[in-house]
């Protein structure tokens, strides 16, 4: 089993073509730019418009709402191929999908889906999903921005942190989580829909990160921003906890982009142990390297194996939250694992933000972190055991 070898994974010949399809677009088309793209910090919106093209943004959305009609798996394969050569270009898909349009189609009136749903999922439009505050995230109580009705429309103000695809220039809107009310002693948090360009709606600069250069990322500040009460997503009071479905499918799909970063530090460190020669040698000819690269393919086999298990209990409608955990937390460790060995093996030249090694090194650390951090993901497995404080 070499490290692109799909079969003995229960594919269908349709999912592995659409794995075909896009590990070509990824080697042909994303992989030459990446280097640039990160050195410079750009998102290629042209990247994106083909991605659109290819149907990769309407992949697990059925027909009828302009979608592929596939399936989560599919979506998965398709960030994979794409995480392999550049995590940036695959996150801005992951989330363009299961933050952007996911929401909406999952929780949408017919008039929301009507009016959103063609430019997401053609990729003509990229929507973000404001959950993350300065003092909130997993941590639903500590959430401070407001929405309060007047006249009609919904008045938020407060801030949000770390929102993927926010601010470009085919951002149409964000959609926000916000305390809408109390009862029961507790937040009744609800999610809105803040277009674009909403007076009193500021995207603040983006950030300087550690990796993830070509990914569009920003702070979002509300000063008063109006918007109809009919920009309210799904049921008043049920915004948090409709995330947190929406979450757990994400989970899935970051373990597929790990396991795609954990495998495109296989090919390369593979590709420079045949080709380097250290004391009249062949890297790859000695016993320790030989090690090190086998463990980087079980890695990838096991966190490949454990997203496509996620996957299939989801798109059965079985329950999955446990299994998408178990996902991501197996993924996320694989990449931030062979992305080390990988880099080590590169010795200097891994050091180098010209080869993809270092760049897998420095994008995979928030691997850990987005969509949920491994300690959370202990934390759903942990009582998924019976296990409680």
């Not at 079969?7 to 677009?25: H, I, K, P």
């Not at 197996?330 to 080869?355: C, L, P, V």
Request: net charge negative; aromatic share 6%.
């Amino acid at each position: 089993m070499g490290a692109l070898d799909l079969s003995g994974y229960g594919l269908t010949d349709e999912q592995r073509e659409l794995a075909t399809l896009v590990r070509s677009f990824a080697d042909e088309r994303v992989a030459p730019q990446a280097y640039e793209a990160d050195r410079t910090k750009t998102l290629s919106l042209d990247l994106v418009a083909e991605m659109g093209e290819l149907g990769l943004f309407g992949l697990p959305f059925p027909e009828e709402v302009g979608g592929q009609g596939g399936d989560y798996l599919t979506l998965g394969l398709a960030i994979e191929a794409l995480g392999r050569v550049d995590q940036s270009i695959a996150i801005t898909l992951e989330a363009g999908v299961s933050l952007g349009a996911m929401p909406v189609f999952r929780f949408g009136t017919d008039a929301q889906r009507a009016e959103l749903l063609p430019d997401l999922l053609s990729g003509r439009a990229l929507a973000g999903f404001g959950l993350t505050e300065p003092e909130a995230g997993s941590d639903a109580g500590a959430t401070r921005t407001t929405a309060r009705l007047e006249d009609g429309e919904w008045v938020i103000d407060g801030a949000k942190q770390f929102i993927t695809n926010s601010g470009t220039a085919i951002t149409r809107f964000v959609t926000v989580t916000a305390v809408t009310g109390t009862g029961d002693g507790r937040k009744e948090i609800s999610t809105i829909i803040v277009p674009t360009g909403t007076p009193g709606f500021t995207v603040g600069p983006a950030y300087d990160k550690v990796g993830w250069h070509a990914s569009d990322t920003h702070p979002l500040v509300f000063e008063g921003a109006r918007v109809p009460a009919g920009n309210l997503l799904g049921q008043r009071g049920r915004g948090f906890s409709n995330f947190l479905s929406i979450l757990d499918e994400g989970r899935i799909a970051i373990a597929a982009l790990s396991t795609g970063a954990a495998e495109g530090c296989l090919e390369a460190a593979l590709d420079y142990a045949a080709s380097r020669v250290v004391f009249g040698e062949r890297l790859g000819s000695r016993q320790s390297i030989q090690f090190m690269l086998a463990r980087m393919q079980q890695r990838v086999h096991l966190a490949r194996l454990a997203w496509l298990h996620a996957a299939r209990l989801r798109d059965a409608g079985r329950a999955f939250a446990v299994e998408a955990a178990i996902a991501k937390l197996t993924a996320s460790d694989a990449a931030m694992d062979n992305a080390r060995d990988a880099t080590q093996i590169f010795g200097g030249n891994g050091f180098m933000n010209e080869y993809p090694v270092a760049r897998h090194y420095r994008d995979a650390k928030i691997l850990e972190i987005g969509e949920g951090t491994s300690e959370v993901q202990l934390l759903v497995v942990s009582r998924a055991l019976g296990l409680t404080r």
